[in-house]
Structures are given as structure tokens and as C-alpha cells.
């Protein structure tokens, strides 16, 4: 089976974009652009996702400050509190699985229960297409 000897420590990438709870939304928006991202994990003080924070969740914030001038405040009440993690050793199909039944777009991977990275849809569909 091919997908089974794909790991996805050999697929993901390194980390661009973190967040504290703490963060200021239109920071946050002008992070994710400079980075290329869709999103990124938010931390805490001591390195734990408390938090994923995405476009989608930013998204009506942005439009407010930008449209109406509207301060945009802190991203704490704007993420996701509910973060779906992969383990690095995990195989690649673990992660398709994941995109396949849900809106996700991005995965943090961790490795003893520490970020070591993301992963992506596109990250997953190149490494079934290198396989071929």
C-alpha cells in the first residue's frame, strides 16, 4: 500500500505564522497574507496550541475594520478553540482522511506534543502525486 509508507514528517513545513490569544486581528490578517497562509496555530506562553486561528475566522472582523473603521480588537475570541492535530510519525493518509471530511486547510503537526510543523492539502495531494 503505497499511502501507508508516506510519513508526514516527510511532507509538512515549518511553522511561518504563529498567534498569541493576544494578538491584534488586523496584525493577524496581515500575517497570514505575508506568509501565504490560510491559517496558523496560537500559542500560549509556553509553546501549546490553545488555539488555531484561520481566514474564515478573521474574515468578518477584517470586513468591519475595514469597511465601517472599526477597531478589531484581540483574536482570542475570534479562534478556533478545537485544534485537529496529525502526529509526524502518522502516515499521509491519516492527514487525507482528515481534509476529506472536513473544511480544513491546514494542519499543525506535532511530535511529542510539541509543534514541529504544518501540513497542508496541497502538502498531501504532492506527496500521492511524487507516488505515481
Same mark, same amino acid.
Given at each position: 500500500? /503505497? =499511502? +501507508?509508507?508516506?510519513?508526514?514528517?516527510?511532507?509538512?513545513?515549518?511553522? %511561518?505564522?504563529?498567534?498569541?490569544?493576544?494578538? !491584534?486581528?488586523?496584525?493577524?490578517?496581515?500575517?497570514? %497574507?505575508?506568509?501565504? #497562509?490560510?491559517? *496558523?496555530?496560537?500559542?500560549?506562553?509556553?509553546?501549546? /496550541?490553545? =488555539?488555531?486561528? +484561520?481566514?474564515?475566522?478573521?474574515?468578518?472582523?477584517?470586513?468591519?475594520? =475595514?469597511?465601517?473603521?472599526?477597531? *478589531?480588537?484581540? /483574536?482570542?475570541?475570534?479562534? +478556533?478553540?478545537? #485544534? &485537529?492535530?496529525?502526529? *509526524?510519525?502518522?502516515?499521509? &493518509?491519516?492527514?487525507? @482522511? /482528515?481534509? @476529506? !471530511?472536513? +473544511?480544513?486547510?491546514?494542519?499543525?503537526?506535532?511530535?511529542?506534543?510539541? %509543534?514541529?510543523?504544518?501540513?497542508?492539502? @496541497?502538502?498531501?495531494?504532492?506527496?500521492?502525486?511524487?507516488? @505515481?
Amino acid at each position: 500500500m /503505497i =499511502g +501507508s509508507t508516506l510519513i508526514i514528517k516527510d511532507y509538512m513545513h515549518e511553522v %511561518l505564522v504563529t498567534f498569541t490569544p493576544d494578538t !491584534d486581528v488586523m496584525r493577524a490578517v496581515h500575517l497570514l %497574507l505575508e506568509q501565504n #497562509v490560510s491559517g *496558523a496555530p496560537v500559542l500560549d506562553r509556553l509553546g501549546n /496550541i490553545t =488555539g488555531f486561528l +484561520s481566514e474564515k475566522d478573521v474574515m468578518g472582523v477584517a470586513l468591519d475594520a =475595514g469597511y465601517y473603521d472599526d477597531a *478589531a480588537g484581540t /483574536i482570542e475570541p475570534l479562534m +478556533s478553540r478545537k #485544534v &485537529v492535530t496529525v502526529d *509526524a510519525e502518522d502516515s499521509i &493518509v491519516a492527514a487525507a @482522511r /482528515i481534509f @476529506r !471530511d472536513s +473544511s480544513l486547510k491546514t494542519l499543525p503537526v506535532m511530535l511529542e506534543n510539541r %509543534l514541529v510543523g504544518m501540513i497542508t492539502r @496541497r502538502d498531501v495531494l504532492r506527496a500521492f502525486e511524487r507516488q @505515481r
